[in-house]
């Protein structure tokens, strides 16, 4: 991994006669330009793109473009196949499917996203500062993951969200998507911080860190301005594939009942509910199915791609 | 039969038809053979409206088995400490109480020999019990089992037994004393009526060995063997093993004092979902999907009836969904309730057939009244009926003061009527229920929100302790008797009672004990006649409808009765299998 | 190793916080109905101990007072704990948790080795060819399944071979797979039977490892492949079997060997998911009925149970990772 500060000073700058040399280009931009050559991970991309435009836009799609909002019920016309009045049919209490897809994006997209972010957040912080201080600080806060990570990560969000704890003014309850965020980040931080704190450990001691310690920087100008630019591209890449994961895990625990609560749909407890309503309507059950499987495929196919960009020996 | 005899069974049989065309079981039998089946039948068989028997065709056969669904696991085997309904339902497989509860209702007599003789001050229940009814381990049951299992209950000796029966229990049992060795004496505190369906008839109080328990000291029997692997019984089928979370095996009792059963083998199959009992009844893996163990849900009703390998039977239990007002004068919400026309209103304004419909697809009974149609105390004419009026209902409002501008949130003196109904997470139905009811109620101006709490933290808590809620939504079952007096009663309205929301009407309350204070049949029908009348004009938590259970027997399943009150100690011998395999 | 003592007192004790405080005032296994008086709840959560402090009932699960009693230390009599092997009584039915997790635990050791041998056999050979056609339609394809692979809820492809391989088949009078439980009832230990039973629910759960492991062991090849040993014999002449099979494969295999040792933990949990929708009679689908039914000392069994193998799987990686590899061996 090149220093990007580095790289300014060492690059001679020297103009041989006749000889074009390639401009110095930092490394992020290197790996923009990689990623923009990946067709099929830019496609990725841009679908799940569009699909949080979607998810973003909801309210405005209700009002504007599909004239149903996802919890008006209608007992007289449960289970209708696509029409002009449902573009994609109703479920079993008569609300329309297409707009509860979207509303349901909207929640299983905030989930996904809203954990990994705080997974990244508290994991990374935790790694960095293990990584780089070593020592007592670092074997404590490795004992403390290496307990979160012995706990079985079911049995854990099992017992998260049946308590239902409150953290500070906030009320963890599954019936939120924000704070189911915050209880399958609890969760799943442990394994970031890991990465992160190896990924440190490979370069804490790289020449480029031993000189900027040597010039006199402080602690924090080193972790901030030399060690997490070079981290970033692992945590940015874990990030993105396990917001896949994440999807996953949320339906997973609307099949065990305690993810998010009905009526507010979440692409996973759509999917749950419609097992029982298979023999009823089939597209309840193939829609959520096939919405969780593009998502999670474009994000995994994205986050393969950043991997590529940024390391390429591994492409292929 | 007497011509007085026939009238009263034309008019049963008159009221029989019209409720199995509403029903539409056993769809493929014409009202022509229903006279016949009644005449053949019998009274019996019509006075149990809901119920009846899978068609056995053909000769009886010998041997076989039978697999049937559980989709929760067992407890417990010891019949003192459960309460769940599928350790029961096993347990009543290999063990006897002294009674079980016939297809009306009554007593049907299994360890004991005939019904009850009562005292005339009504606190004396004399039992006597057959003789010669043999444990499997060929010791003889006597008195002396009978007394050991009622004392594990309400004798201070056993306090240590943690039976969650024993506040129930010891409130009415004075004693329970061996006259001689098959004959027991049951006094009474007071006079009670639901005495004998309750406590001498119940899957609750199956008889337990002495000689196997006896000697164990009362912390002790929490932890026994017999527990998880009763080897010593007196049903029609003897335990061979348990696999936890797997499967229960049982084998025939040869010499069960009935009747050896025709079934060499039966097995509970245990684990799934609804989706999974149906898909395994297709395969021919499972044979019988049983209401409250491993039912077929009410949505796949018509997936399951095209299955031809399998007959369904859809019939109303004592379970419902209910939801109720806050009546307490302490509380905000009572506000809003307090006057009965407004509750009558928002009754008025439920389509309980499409709710009927779209929940429940059918499968369910809209509510005459709190008593379900099946007891022998329920009046079909009791009004009003609340058929769906939106009009009336809108009208009603009004003229209580509560009025809206031009189709917003109705007002009254400053007050909006709006108000939180909370029920448990993870219940599709009563989810999908409350959604309904704030549709409805909106449409009548009425704001009404949804709140989907904890069950055990914060349901369970509001209904019986803090009575923190506006309105509330809750599961509840009736027992085989009509009484109802845990629900009604203003002595159930203190903390720890199931009387959440605080309706305290002293007539009813009357009304409730006389019912219980006296053993004769009829006074007590009367009794519960106007128990039905004060509720629905009262409607303090109104009973939407009795969902059906769905019963799938796969076709060789023969004998197998079914109906809101039967219970399977009764006929489990006599079932077969026609293919003996 | 001594690290792994604080460990699971650390897992045990936030475990047994989480699961009082989830438990609140309720008798576990019993469903509060009208006929339950408040006196009789009070009465069974006393009999149960379900009544003393939290710290205390964690001291007594661990079984610190019995010891201490047993050095005359303290007197009276306590139950024995956890440390001296007493993983207590469920607190549903009162019988040994133990009896409960050695019946249910080859039921589920069956599943998911089972899983995790396809995962593997099918793994190795699907990323070894990925990393050998590296850029070819067949690397595009296998990587677009191993990450299809993870992108299905278990729970739903479950559904679906159920419906396929199982409803259908015997609709249309096919021999077909059975849809649910381990074995087939009043038929005794019969290894077709088993077998038959085995294959749907080992296919689901194989799939997740399937399409990480093979990805893993791509980029593992690969690496491998980039290395200057690896050119070194090329340059020496030797054939490019003998490189990719004999010489590289080993290498490649290293890091995919120390994952399958970190997968040891979930041979116990791993299932949970796929053992509810085929019904299967193992540890998965045991912690979580309990876990909603609040019996806690069947939960902690099973979290101690497999806190225990966590510790463990990481020191079978640790040790499988130094026999494999010589190089870490003199670090």
């Given at each position: 991994m090149i220093d990007p500060a580095a790289v300014e000073v060492a690059l001679p700058r020297t103009d041989v006669a006749g000889t074009a040399f390639r401009p110095a280009q930092s490394y992020w931009s290197e790996s923009w330009e990689r990623l923009r050559a990946n067709r099929v991970g830019m496609a990725a991309g841009g679908l799940v793109l569009l699909m949080v435009a979607i998810a973003a836009a909801a309210p405005l799609l209700a009002a504007y473009v599909v004239h149903h909002n996802p919890f008006g019920i209608d007992l007289y016309a449960t289970f209708s196949p696509p029409s002009g009045a449902h573009w994609l049919g109703t479920d079993e209490d008569g609300r329309d499917t297409l707009i509860r897809l979207v509303y349901g994006a909207q929640v299983t997209l905030t989930v996904a996203f809203l954990s990994v972010t705080v997974s990244l957040l508290v994991g990374g912080t935790v790694g960095l500062i293990a990584g780089f201080y070593g020592g007592w600080l670092d074997n404590v806060l490795m004992r403390f993951v290496d307990i979160l990570l012995s706990i079985p990560a079911i049995y854990l969000l099992i017992l998260l969200t049946i308590l239902q704890p409150k953290i500070g003014p906030v009320q963890l309850s599954t019936s939120d998507p924000r704070s189911l965020a915050v209880i399958i980040a609890i969760v799943s931080w442990g394994g970031l911080s890991r990465l992160v704190r190896g990924e440190v450990l490979t370069i804490k001691n790289r020449d480029f860190m031993l000189a900027a310690r040597s010039i006199g920087a402080s602690d924090l100008r080193l972790v901030l301005r030399h060690l997490l630019p070079n981290v970033l591209a692992v945590m940015i890449v874990a990030a993105s594939l396990n917001v896949g994961a994440i999807i996953i895990t949320e339906s997973i625990l609307d099949f065990i009942g305690l993810g998010i609560q009905p009526p507010t749909a979440s692409w996973g407890n759509m999917l749950t509910n419609a097992q029982t309503y298979f023999y009823h309507s089939v597209w309840l059950v193939v829609l959520p199915g096939a919405l969780i499987f593009i998502t999670v495929l474009a994000m995994n196919l994205f986050g393969n791609a950043l991997r590529d960009a940024f390391d390429p020996r591994l492409k292929s | 039969m007497s011509q007085h005899d026939d009238a009263i069974g034309f008019e049963q049989f008159e009221r029989f038809v019209e409720e199995w065309s509403r029903r539409d079981f056993l769809r493929n039998v014409g009202i022509g053979t229903a006279y016949l089946a009644f005449l053949a039948g019998g009274l019996e068989f019509l006075e149990a409206c809901a119920g009846g028997t899978s068609t056995s065709s053909g000769n009886v056969k010998e041997g076989g088995h039978i697999v049937e669904a559980s989709i929760a696991d067992l407890k417990n085997w010891n019949s003192v400490l459960t309460t769940d309904y599928t350790s029961q339902q096993m347990i009543s497989m290999i063990n006897d109480a002294l009674y079980c509860v016939d297809s009306n209702g009554n007593l049907f007599p299994l360890v004991a020999k005939d019904k009850p003789q009562v005292s005339s001050d009504g606190l004396t229940y004399t039992v006597s019990l057959r003789q010669g009814?043999?444990?499997?381990?060929g010791q003889e049951l006597t008195a002396d089992d009978v007394v050991f299992t009622y004392q594990l209950m309400y004798d201070p000796t056993y306090t240590a037994v943690n039976s969650p029966r024993r506040g129930d229990l010891s409130q009415y049992l004075e004693s329970a004393t061996a006259k001689d060795k098959y004959t027991v004496i049951f006094k009474t505190?007071?006079?009670?009526?639901p005495f004998a369906v309750i406590h001498l008839a119940s899957n609750n109080y199956t008889i337990l060995p002495k000689h196997v328990l006896g000697n164990l000291a009362a912390a002790d029997i929490n932890t026994a063997s017999y527990n998880s692997a009763p080897t010593v019984t007196c049903g029609a089928f003897n335990f061979v093993s348990w696999e936890k979370g797997s499967q229960v095996t049982l084998k025939k009792n040869?010499?069960?004092?009935?009747g050896a059963p025709h079934l060499d083998n039966y097995v509970f199959k245990i684990g799934g979902t609804s989706t999974t009992v149906l898909n395994q009844m297709k395969t021919g893996e499972i044979d019988i999907a049983f209401p409250g163990i491993g039912a077929i849900d009410p949505s796949q009703f018509d997936a399951a009836k095209s299955v031809d390998t399998i007959n369904v039977y859809s019939y109303p239990r004592l379970s419902f969904d209910f939801f109720a007002f806050q009546l307490d004068p302490a509380k905000p919400a009572s506000q809003l309730f307090s006057d009965k026309n407004v509750r009558q209103a928002l009754v008025y304004a439920l389509d309980r057939t499409a709710i009927a419909h779209a929940l429940y697809f059918d499968q369910a009974t809209v509510a005459g009244t709190s008593m379900p149609p099946a007891s022998w105390a329920y009046n079909k004419d009791n009004q009003p009926q609340y058929k769906f009026d939106k009009a009336k209902a809108m009208a009603m409002l009004d003229a209580a003061g509560w009025t809206s501008s031009g189709g917003s949130t109705r007002t009254k003196n400053g007050a909006t009527f709006k108000f939180t109904m909370i029920t448990n997470a993870g219940n599709k139905v009563r989810e999908n229920l409350l959604v309904v009811l704030q549709q409805q109620w909106k449409d009548i101006g009425v704001d009404a929100t949804p709140s989907y709490v904890d069950f055990n933290k914060v349901l369970v808590p509001a209904i019986t302790d803090t009575r923190n809620f506006d309105m509330f939504m809750v599961g509840f079952i009736w027992g085989p008797d009509p009484d109802q007096s845990a629900l009604w009663h203003s002595r159930n309205a203190r903390k720890g009672g199931f009387n959440g929301m605080q309706y305290k009407n002293p007539d009813l309350d009357k009304v409730l004990d006389d019912a219980v204070g006296t053993l004769d049949h009829n006074k007590r029908k009367q009794l519960y006649f106007q128990m039905q009348q004060i509720l629905a004009e009262d409607q303090p938590a109104p009973i939407l409808t009795f969902p059906n259970g769905i019963l799938g027997l796969n076709?060789?399943?023969?004998?197998w009765q079914y109906g809101t009150f039967i219970q399977r100690g009764a006929y489990l011998k006599d079932v077969f299998v026609t293919d003996g395999k | 190793m001594l690290a792994t003592i604080p460990t699971l007192f650390g897992v045990t004790s936030i475990s047994y916080f989480l699961i009082w405080v989830t438990a609140g005032d309720i008798v576990p296994g019993v469903e509060i109905n009208p006929y339950i008086k408040q006196e009789d709840i009070d009465r069974i959560r006393h009999n149960l101990g379900l009544d003393q402090p939290f710290w205390l009932q964690y001291l007594n699960w661990l079984g610190l007072p019995n010891l201490a009693q047993q050095l005359h230390l303290i007197g009276g009599t306590w139950p024995k704990g956890i440390l001296e092997g007493d993983f207590g009584r469920s607190l549903v039915d009162g019988s040994p948790v133990i009896d409960h997790i050695v019946e249910r635990l080859p039921n589920t050791l069956e599943l998911t080795t089972t899983a995790i041998l396809i995962g593997v056999l099918l793994a190795i050979p699907l990323g070894v060819t990925g990393a050998l056609r590296r850029g070819s339609k067949i690397d595009h394809a296998l990587t677009a399944m191993s990450v299809a692979g993870v992108a299905v809820p278990s729970f739903w492809l479950a559904l679906i071979l159920v419906l396929v391989f199982s409803v259908q088949l015997r609709a249309w009078g096919l021999p077909a797979l059975p849809s649910s439980g381990a074995y087939s009832p009043l038929v005794g230990f019969d290894p077709l039977d088993r077998l038959s039973h085995l294959v749907l629910p080992a296919l689901v759960l194989s799939f997740g490892y399937l399409a990480i492991w093979s990805r893993f062991g791509r980029s593992s090849m690969l690496e491998v492949l980039s290395q200057d040993y690896v050119r070194t014999a090329r340059a020496k002449g030797m054939s490019e079997r003998r490189v990719v099979y004999i010489h590289a494969l080993r290498n490649a295999v290293i890091p995919l060997v120390t994952l399958i040792g970190l997968e040891l933990p979930a041979l116990v949990s791993g299932g949970a998911v796929v053992e509810i929708v085929f019904g299967w009679p193992g540890i998965g689908r045991f912690a979580l009925d309990r876990a909603f039914g609040h019996d806690y000392t069947a939960v902690m069994g099973i979290v101690t149970f497999a806190a225990i193998l966590v510790v463990l799987g990481n020191l079978l990686a640790d040790i499988l990772y130094a026999i494999l590899d010589p190089r870490v061996r003199y670090t």
């Open positions: - | 009814i043999k444990w499997n381990d505190k007071t006079v009670y009526a040869p010499n069960y004092y009935r076709k060789r399943v023969q004998n | -």
